[in-house]
């Protein structure tokens, strides 16, 4: 018979099993912890039915969050939600309002000096081959003192001139009321006796022209649809006045506070590609918002010479590359 010091250690022994079974049921009970989820705010002032946030920039949100397996969120702020002015978009990524957001060089005048000369000298085929030259580019050329930096840039499709009725015999805009772009587009129009006009948001331009607070337009055909335009106009003067140069910018601090692979997917989801992308999908809404303009019979009319009305140092600005074609003249 055992001694009774021999049976305790059994007996634990005996009970080990039961306990490791126990125990395992009450950890299976415990919810698993969750991988914290970091933020960044994305804005702009382009309302999402805009074709390059419903095309192109939605899509590389997701898969910015796809590639960090929903570790980190981008959360779009459309629709000018942080603020509509056109030339605040940078300053609000710049104070870190936002950690990305889009804008124009149009409203950064003096901001990019050497990015603004290189964007009117590029040496491409179309819009598409120069937005991939200019973001190369611009990885050289933006200035170190901003505190942000491009995740793209690109060319829009060349600005057209969207009237309400047609112009005077030999094109002049004498008294008409013309919503313009920037300093170039502001001399031609005085130049052809328009009355340039400023403040007026892009998603109000339609609701402005419908009303005639405006007579007409600088804008490319790709925004006509989304901003009224064209329901608002009959008359498309197609000709020497401009593109814009759009830019996704990022903060860089921002950036440096992520973890190198939270940071990693949002730049390596950026890019020449993205720039790319964008163009491509500008340039094919472009085309199909042509088409419409067409087929209801409208009036598109080429315009040539107008440049030689401004100043020579303006008339490289009113210049823009075309949008790609295939043989059969197609946008691709």
């Known amino acids: 018979m055992p001694h009774e010091h021999e049976a305790g250690p059994r007996r634990t022994w005996q009970l080990l099993p039961v306990l490791g079974i126990a125990l395992s049921l009450h950890l ?7 991988a914290a989820v970091t933020e960044l705010r994305v804005a702009t002032i382009a309302s999402e039915r805009v074709v390059h946030v419903r095309a192109v920039l939605v899509p590389w949100l997701k898969e910015v969050e796809a590639a960090t397996g929903g570790r980190l969120r981008m959360r779009l702020l459309a629709g000018g939600m942080l603020g509509r002015d056109p ?4 300053w609000l990524v710049r104070t870190g309002v936002a950690d990305v957001g889009w804008f124009t060089l149009a409203y950064e005048h003096g901001r990019f000096p050497a990015l603004e000369h290189a964007a009117h000298r590029i040496d491409a085929a ?3 081959e120069a937005s991939a030259r200019l973001y190369e580019a611009a990885r050289m050329l933006w200035p170190a003192g901003t505190g942000t930096r491009p995740l793209a840039i690109y060319f829009s499709p060349p600005y057209v001139l969207h009237l309400a009725a047609a112009p005077d015999p030999g094109g002049s805009l004498a008294g008409r009321r013309i919503r313009i772009i920037d300093r170039a587009t502001a001399a ?3 130049a052809l006796g328009g009355i340039p006009v400023t403040g007026i948001a892009p998603m109000e331009l339609g609701d402005a022209l419908a009303r005639g607070v405006i007579d007409g337009a600088l804008l490319s055909w790709h925004a006509v649809g989304p901003t009224g335009v064209l329901a608002a106009s ?8 401009g593109m814009s140069v759009a830019v996704l910018a990022a903060r860089r601090r921002s950036l440096e506070a992520l973890p190198d692979d939270l940071a990693g997917a949002v730049n390596g989801n950026a890019g020449r590609d993205l720039s790319v992308r964008h163009a491509a999908a500008l340039c094919r809404a472009a085309a199909a918002a042509r088409e419409q303009a067409l087929s209801r019979g409208d009036i598109i009319r080429p315009v040539s010479g107008w440049e030689r009305r401004v100043p020579p140092g303006m008339r490289l600005a009113l210049a823009a590359p075309a949008c790609p ?6 946008v691709p």
């Open 28 to 34: 299976s009970t415990v919810p698993a912890v969750r």
């Open 87 to 90: 030339g605040q978009q940078h």
């Open 126 to 128: 179309d819009a598409v």
């Open 188 to 190: 031609l129009v005085a």
């Open 234 to 241: 009959r008359v498309h003067l197609e000709g020497p006045f």
């Open 325 to 330: 074609r295939d043989k059969g003249g197609r």
